[in-house]
Structures are given as structure tokens and as C-alpha cells.
């Protein structure tokens, strides 16, 4: 479990740091000093869980197999990059936020090409980046969505903004989780075919669990996010990000129980 966790975390930080691209200065220091402390918790966890687990040398359980180790230190710079953003958000180092926010993205994607297994390695990596993009996406509105309370003349932009990011990450997540199941991954659609027959398959029962919790459940809410960012009841809106990022959380989770256990990197 702790390569599944060492994904999730890892991707979850990644995410909300890419997600600050999207959002516009006006939302406030705060904002981008809250997200990035998030990301970097979040990165600190994944890389202390796999460091405790395997230490510096991996094996075959290890994430990234025989590149755990570039992996791993990849994962850490982008970990180390993504404070000093924080520290510059917060000192007012204007000329070190967007070297060090796109040298924390850039060591974050090696991190992803790397921990990608080397026969499906454009698949996966595909799959781990727009898992990232919906993570970040998803938590990003979210908090945001808390920051119109705060900061009153906020434009209405900036959360229509990552709302439309939002239906953008869960369109391409559907098409890459659709796409691999009908291709590279349909034993992961046969799995689920016997489960909807009456049959039992335990990867099959995940592979339902993933594509409605996480894909299904979060597009029933798109309608309604919407609808409620064009009226400008920012409340609303947030209330409504949270059930969906709670249903995004659960998706990507199994996704990565998914990818580690069963080898469906869905």
C-alpha cells in the first residue's frame, strides 16, 4: 500500500501546484501560500512514506522498480521547490515564485515519466498526468471557492476559470480511462463485464467503484457547479466542490490501488 499512497500523495501535490497557473494574483498571497503549503505536505508524506518503507535503494514493491531511486529524488526537488515558492510567496521574492513553481512542475514530471513502467510507459504516464490535472483542478476550486469570503473584490473569473479547467481534466480523464480499457487495459473492462453479469471479480468491483466514484459521480456535478459559479453563489458553488472533490479523492485513490495491485492503471 505504501506505493499506492506514494502516487496519490505525490500526484495530489503536484496537482495544486499546477493548478496556481490558473489562478490570478488578486486571490491573495494567502491563497497561493495555503495551496503550496498543502502541495508540500502532501509531497513530504509521499516521499517519507516510500523513504521509510524502502530507503534508498528500493526493490521490486518499490514505485518506479528499478528507478525508485531517480524517482525518489526527483519527488524530493520538487518537494524542495515547491517551499522555497512558499517561503518566496511569503517574503514578497517575486522574481523566485515562477523559477522555483515551474522547476517544482518540471522535477514533478520526471517524477511522473519515472514512475511509469517502462512496457506502457506513454499509457501510464498519460494516465498519472491527467490524474494530476484533476486533482489539482478539483482541490484547487475548492479552496478558492473560500477565498470570496475573504478577498470581496475577487472577480468571478478566477473560479469560472478553474471550473472550465475542471470540466477540461474530467473530459481527458474519461477519454484516457476509456481509451485504456478498450485498448492496452481491457482486462479491466472484461473484469467489470462479469461483475455487471452476477459474476464475482474483485478487480472488477474496484473498476466500477473507480469509474463511478470518480468519473461518473464528479460529471453529475458539473451541471450544477456551473450554474452556480454564472449566478456568482460563490457559497453554493464551494458547498458543491466539496462533494466533488471528495468523489475525485475517492476515484483517483482507487485508480492508484488499481494501478499498483492489479496493474490497471486506470
Not at 19 to 44: D, E, H, N, W
Not at 105 to 122: I, K, Q
Not at 182 to 200: E, H, I
Not at 208 to 221: D, E, K, N, T
Request: glycine fraction near 10%; charged fraction near 10%.
Amino acid at each position: 500500500m505504501t506505493a499506492v499512497f506514494f502516487f496519490y500523495l505525490v500526484h495530489f501535490g503536484l496537482g495544486l501546484l499546477g493548478s496556481l497557473l490558473f489562478v490570478p494574483q488578486r486571490a491573495g498571497v494567502k491563497y497561493f501560500k495555503l495551496c503550496s503549503a498543502i502541495a508540500a505536505f502532501m509531497l513530504t508524506a509521499g516521499v517519507y512514506l516510500s523513504y521509510r518503507r524502502f530507503g534508498m535503494h528500493g526493490g521490486a514493491a518499490a514505485p518506479g522498480g528499478a528507478l525508485y531511486v531517480p524517482l525518489l529524488w526527483s519527488a524530493a526537488a520538487a518537494l524542495v521547490f515547491s517551499v522555497i515558492y512558499n517561503r518566496a510567496a511569503h517574503f514578497g521574492w517575486r522574481r523566485l515564485e515562477v523559477p522555483c513553481l515551474a522547476a517544482s512542475l518540471l522535477t514533478g514530471f520526471f517524477s511522473v515519466v519515472l514512475g511509469s513502467p517502462a512496457g506502457h510507459r506513454l499509457s501510464v504516464a498519460a494516465t498519472d498526468l491527467s490524474s494530476i490535472l484533476l486533482l489539482g483542478a478539483a482541490a484547487g476550486a475548492m479552496i478558492l471557492g473560500h477565498f470570496y469570503l475573504v478577498v470581496i473584490d475577487l472577480p468571478i473569473q478566477a473560479l469560472r476559470r478553474l471550473t472550465v479547467l475542471l470540466v477540461v481534466a474530467l473530459v481527458l480523464r474519461a477519454l484516457v480511462v476509456g481509451v485504456l480499457l478498450l485498448g492496452p487495459m481491457a482486462a479491466g473492462l472484461d473484469d467489470a463485464r462479469q461483475v455487471a453479469l452476477g459474476l464475482w471479480s474483485p478487480d472488477g468491483v474496484f473498476v466500477w467503484m473507480r469509474v463511478l466514484f470518480g468519473i461518473a459521480g464528479p460529471f453529475s456535478l458539473i451541471w450544477f457547479i456551473w450554474k452556480t459559479v454564472e449566478i456568482r453563489s460563490t457559497q453554493s458553488a464551494t458547498g458543491i466542490l466539496y462533494v466533488q472533490l471528495f468523489l475525485v479523492m475517492s476515484g483517483e485513490l482507487l485508480a492508484k490501488y488499481l494501478r499498483v495491485a492489479a496493474g490497471l492503471p486506470l
